[in-house]
């Protein structure tokens, strides 16, 4: 079993801050990749930053120079951090983690179950 849990999200005014954390935990030997995606009533989930293994790292067009993707690898860990925040950033944000599982070392890809972030004055 892997469990793939985000926290962080809230609500916050336009152009304030966020820190989104997800931890892939249970049978985890260790992690590739780690991502986050958001996803808005009735539309596609769409990717916002992906970390992956060697440290490279790529944005949205729409959040770059904004939010700034994190790991923790020791910890099996991703942070998100939001800043400049905007009323279009208002959506469930989802941490997906590429695992490496315990004890047949496969690849196996994971959601969390999402945190909801609302930007509003």
């Known amino acids: 079993q892997v469990q793939v849990v985000e926290s962080g999200g809230g609500l916050v005014q336009p152009g304030g801050s966020l820190r989104l954390s997800c931890t892939a935990s249970g049978n985890v030997v260790g992690v590739n990749s780690m991502g986050w995606y958001r996803q808005g009533p009735g539309k596609q989930r769409d990717v916002v930053a992906v970390?992956?293994?060697?440290?490279?790292?790529a944005y949205a067009d729409s959040v770059k120079d904004r939010f700034t993707i994190s790991r923790d690898n020791a910890n099996n860990t991703v942070y998100l951090q939001m800043n400049s925040l905007k009323l279009e950033d208002t959506d469930v944000y989802y941490c997906?983690?590429?695992?490496?599982?315990?004890?047949?070392?496969?690849?196996?890809?994971?959601w969390g179950q999402g945190t909801l972030v609302t930007v509003s004055s």
């Open positions: 970390s992956a293994s060697g440290g490279r790292t």
């Open positions: 997906y983690a590429l695992v490496i599982t315990r004890p047949d070392n496969r690849n196996l890809g994971v």
